[in-house]
T-cell receptor
Framework: GAGVSQSPSNKVTEKGKDVELRCDPI?????LYWYRQSLGQGLEFLIY????????KSGLPSDRFSAERTGGSVSTLTIQRTQQEDSAVYLC?????????????FGPGTRLTVL | AQSVTQPDIHITVSEGASLELRCNYS??????LFWYVQSPGQGLQLLLK??????LVQGIKGFEAEFKRSQSSFNLRKPSVHWSDAAEYFC???????????FGKGTTLSVSS
């Protein structure tokens, strides 16, 4: 079946502009995660959605970052007033909600470059 | 503090030789452990996972890993490396569903002929 998809694959923007990154999780997966992968910082958790519950935003680095998930499926990560330090690969993952382990399936990522 | 340590930033192995990538973790609850592989420009692909039971787990592409609770380790092994195994490998720890994964910094594997 189809995996996690993300768009765009690459995004170049100017400092101060807003960007939106999209994630389509695997059909039937109720949990959705955003991570950021940057040089020197590795992979960092940003935000987590599960069904209709309030998202876990504990990893968002600043209030310029926000995310929403519509209809329990597609998610959009928005970065306002982008800064050069926001340049990174943004990865989305999804998983089934089940007791026990937490196997997450990752999309190909969106590479964001802020000039 | 919860963390994952991959002591080796870069490893070079000859094709056909054996491989072991090290991973140590610190986690306050029952750990669920994962190894992912990332090829250049690609997302993360799950190689294998440990949830419970047998401490030696088999994964895809001929990889295996052994969970050692006493050493807080989850090392990845492969008996014979192929050139196509060259990639970056990430060890991760998490809890039950709904918890974020904590990743190590990764180990880059190069394969020489």
């Amino acid at each position: 079946g189809a995996g996690v998809s993300q768009s765009p694959s690459n995004k170049v923007t100017e400092k101060g502009k807003d960007v939106e990154l999209r994630c389509d999780p695997i059909s039937g997966h109720t949990a959705l995660y955003w991570y950021r992968q940057s040089l020197g910082q590795g992979l960092e958790f940003l935000i987590y959605f599960q069904g209709n519950s309030a998202p876990d935003k504990s990893g968002l680095p600043s209030d310029r970052f926000s995310a929403e998930r519509t209809g329990g499926s597609v998610s959009t990560l928005t970065i306002q007033r982008t800064q050069q330090e926001d340049s990174a690969v943004y990865l989305c993952a999804s998983s089934l909600w089940a007791s026990g382990g937490n196997e997450q399936f990752f999309g190909p990522g969106t590479r964001l470059t802020v000039l | 503090a919860q963390s994952v340590t991959q002591p080796d930033i870069h490893i070079t192995v000859s094709e056909g030789a054996s491989l072991e990538l090290r991973c140590n973790y610190s986690y306050g609850a029952t750990p669920y452990l994962f190894w992912y592989v990332q090829s250049p420009g690609q997302g993360l692909q799950l190689l294998l996972k440990y949830f419970s039971g047998d401490t030696l787990v088999q994964g895809i592409k001929g990889f295996e890993a052994e969970f050692k609770r006493s050493q807080s380790s989850f090392n990845l092994r492969k008996p014979s490396v192929h050139w196509s195994d060259a990639a970056e490998y990430f060890c991760a720890v998490g809890g039950q569903a709904g918890t974020a994964l904590i990743f190590g910094k990764g180990t880059t594997l190069s394969v020489s002929s």
